[in-house]
């Protein structure tokens, strides 16, 4: 037998079944029980209010922070034959007096808000007067501090809806799952333990890609060359990285949109209708982007820049395959990028501690990029979702494990050389310590006297930068987190240098997408072979390739 709310989806929405989480999320608002609902982008979450909505006499309100969506919401519902509306600030005032009139009448089945028009008395005062079956709040995590999109207006109408005698229940959706969120809100609208329904973060069809050591504007370049027919989003970090890129792409003649705060309303809305209805295919834009879009064939997202959290990253690349077929997101590295996180740290408004917390979310973002483990495993370890398998078989990583090398006698090294150096310094200068890099600094603090002074000479600084990086990622040496992280000791560290743990890298195929980017490749086999012929003959790599030839090359061959 089917149950009420199947006929509901099956009727009104055509689908056959329901997704995870969603039965459950919609008995409990049944049984008129607080519930918080964590599931994906994508999977589902408006069914989740709709149906009980639907099934449930009285008007439903949904809060959101995001006013663009609403009208899609609300058409796609009234083109359903389901009365609905939105009230916000893009109305005129006889306009949103109409349909507060309508909302006093009790003519809706859903009303869309943003939080501020709890601000309104008149509202307020008509919500009041009417039966009400539940009230949503969408986007949740922007209720909490914790959440990446903190919006205080959004907090702080909570008290005063609970004042409301007359909303039978609280329901709340997001996609983020950090632990700090879900408690936030749990006490925040008082929502028990088992009423969290969280459905696990894994997205099947998503496959992560980590690029680095390539030039960007090629890599993007070729690879939109490949994907001509497929729609997609490419993330740049500022309005001028979107500005540029899409002069660029515009010139080469690709069918580019962009959106991003620095444009007209106007200019936005129309650039988000041609990406939407397919009239060009790649939407450049920086993250005021996408939030809250239902646009299902996204074949890739393109990060051009590393994102500040794993946090945001996960949900803009998540915009990519909400249609369940195969798609992209794939993240563009460069150093440079870490720059300009912490700068955007340093100026903001926030008090120390916020700001410790954001250089944590920071950290794990950077780990994220130098990992050798499975990236889907490391977001959903991030994310506390422990059901999941090892290893996902599709993200780079796990296609990039074909070669793998012992660096334990290199790692050892480097642990040795932050103990010398007291575990006061970070990244950059235990680099140039290693590799007894003859700087102003190194000389001030004594450490050119130190033993492990340019004990791995042999490499460039580049790669012990990133061997340390990567010890990092892994958790073998931790890092204070601040705007100049200091490196310290953990007890892998010491299980490394007591020679209790190896330490394994895994080594890249040379890649071959596109014959334009082939510089970075040779560069590679060049520095490849240099370590292999350094490892079989047993001299120092630089007899075979001195470093001013590697740094001549690295001219040639941009890495
Ligand atoms: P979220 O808000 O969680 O990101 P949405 O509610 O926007 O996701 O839903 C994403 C897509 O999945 C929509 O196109 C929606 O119609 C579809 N969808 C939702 N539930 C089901 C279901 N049970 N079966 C099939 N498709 C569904
Ligand atoms: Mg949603
Ligand atoms: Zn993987």
């Keep these: 037998m089917i149950t009420k709310e199947e006929k509901i989806l099956q009727t009104y929405f055509g689908y056959e079944t329901f997704r995870p989480g969603q039965q459950e999320t919609i008995d409990n608002i049944l049984q008129t029980k607080n519930t918080l609902a964590v599931m994906p982008t994508g999977g589902g979450k408006s069914l989740c209010y709709q149906i009980p909505g639907l099934s449930l006499d009285g008007t439903a309100i949904i809060i959101s922070p995001l006013i663009s969506l609403m009208k899609d919401q609300v058409d796609a519902l009234n083109s359903l034959g389901i009365p609905s509306t939105f009230i916000n600030s893009s109305l005129s005032t006889a306009e949103q007096h109409e349909r507060l009139r309508n909302l006093e009448n009790r003519r809706y089945k859903f009303v869309y808000v943003a939080p501020e028009r709890f601000d309104s008395a008149s509202f307020v005062n008509a919500v009041k007067r009417i039966p009400l079956s539940l009230v949503a709040f969408d986007e949740a995590h922007c209720i909490s501090q914790w959440g990446h999109d903190f919006r205080p207006s959004y907090r702080s109408i909570v008290p005063n809806l609970k004042q409301l005698s007359n909303i039978p229940v609280f329901m709340a959706l997001t996609a983020t799952a950090t632990e700090e969120v879900i408690s936030d809100i749990q006490s925040l609208l008082h929502i028990e333990k088992d009423c969290v329904i969280n459905t696990g973060f894994e997205r099947e069809n998503l496959s992560f890609h980590i690029v680095k050591g390539k030039d960007k504007a090629i890599y993007i370049r070729s690879f939109l060359q490949e994907h001509k027919e497929e729609s997609g989003i490419i993330y740049t970090a500022t309005r001028k990285q979107a500005d540029a890129l899409y002069e660029q792409l515009t010139r080469r003649e690709i069918a580019a949109a962009k959106y991003h705060a620095g444009l007209t309303e106007d200019e936005r809305k129309h650039s988000q209708a041609a990406f939407i209805q397919d009239e060009k295919t790649v939407m450049i834009a920086t993250n005021a982007f996408g939030m809250g879009i239902d646009k299902s064939n996204v074949r890739y997202v393109i990060h051009y820049a590393m994102p500040m959290t794993i946090e945001s990253y996960y949900q803009e690349a998540g915009r990519a395959g909400r249609d369940g077929e195969p798609s992209d997101c794939i993240l563009l590295f460069s150093p440079q990028d870490v720059q300009l996180q912490k700068f955007l740290i340093e100026q903001s408004q926030m008090d120390d501690e916020a700001k410790r917390a954001e250089y944590r979310k920071l950290q794990a973002m950077i780990n994220y990029c130098h990992t050798h483990?499975?990236?889907?495993?490391?977001?959903?370890?991030?994310?506390?979702?422990?059901?999941?398998?090892?290893?996902?078989?599709?993200?780079?990583?796990?296609?990039?494990?074909?070669?793998?090398?012992?660096?334990?006698?290199?790692?050892?090294?480097?642990?040795?050389?932050?103990?010398?150096?007291?575990?006061?310094?970070?990244?950059?200068?235990?680099?140039?310590?290693?590799?007894?890099?003859?700087?102003?600094?190194?000389?001030?603090?004594?450490?050119?006297?130190?033993?492990?002074?340019?004990i791995l000479s042999a490499y460039t600084e580049k790669e012990l930068t990133e061997w340390i990086h990567f010890l990092v990622a892994e958790k073998f040496l931790d890092t204070e987190e601040g705007k100049f992280p200091t490196l310290k000791l953990n007890q892998e560290s010491i299980d490394i240098l007591k020679g209790r743990k190896k330490v394994w890298i895994y080594t890249a195929p040379i890649p071959t997408n596109g014959e334009t980017d082939y510089h970075a490749e040779l560069f590679q086999i060049l520095r490849a072979l240099r370590k292999k012929m350094a490892d079989e003959k047993k001299v120092p790599p630089y007899v075979l390739f001195s470093d001013a030839t590697l740094k001549e090359l690295s001219r040639y061959f941009p890495d």
Excluded: P, W
């Excluded at 480097?414 to 003859?438: D, Q």
């Design 373 to 454: 483990s499975c990236l889907t495993t490391f977001i959903l370890d991030y994310f506390n979702d422990t059901a999941h398998t090892e290893t996902c078989k599709r993200c780079s990583n796990c296609m990039n494990r074909q070669e793998r090398s012992d660096i334990t006698e290199e790692a050892q090294m480097i642990l040795s050389c932050v103990k010398r150096m007291g575990e006061r310094f970070g990244v950059g200068m235990t680099a140039k310590v290693l590799k007894g890099s003859n700087d102003k600094k190194i000389n001030q603090f004594g450490l050119n006297k130190i033993t492990t002074y340019g």
